[in-house]
Nanobody
Framework: QVRLVESGGGLVQAGGSLRLSCAAS????????MGWYRQAPGKQRELVAR???????VYADSVKGRFTISRDNAKNTGYLQMNSLKPEDTAVYYC???????????????WGQGTQVTVSS
């Protein structure tokens, strides 16, 4: 079966950095856009950054200049480099894959289980 597994979350002080990874597995032939979303307690899930297979990226205004999204298509892995972290970045971060083509069938939208990022002041 298809899986998206996030890693790299944790506790960091304000101003610090973390790098999240999203490894996709399950006989995947192709993944469309990959995105990172986050959800803080009591808030709706929001887009953080999204990148196409060709490398075009978009960012939420709140993270522009601090976060960088990237991907390795050969490894079916996405990354989110987070610098200058702020307490308001604290949330569960979810990886998303669009238009996944795999041996198990197509998936228009697939989510990982999430990884916690906590930024202390």
């Amino acid at each position: 079966q298809v899986r998206l597994v996030e890693s790299g979350g944790g506790l960091v002080q304000a101003g610090g950095s973390l790098r999240l990874s999203c490894a996709a597995s399950g006989s995947i032939f192709r993944i469309g856009a990959m995105g990172w979303y986050r959800q803080a307690p009591g808030k709706q899930r929001e887009l953080v950054a999204r990148i196409t297979p060709g490398g075009s990226a978009v960012y939420a205004d709140s993270v522009k200049g601090r976060f960088t999204i990237s991907r390795d298509n050969a490894k079916n892995t996405g990354y989110l480099q987070m610098n200058s972290l702020k307490p308001e970045d604290t949330a569960v971060y979810y990886c998303n894959g669009e238009d996944i083509v795999s041996a198990y069938g197509p998936y228009s939208n697939y989510w990982g289980q999430g990884t916690q990022v906590t930024v202390s002041s």
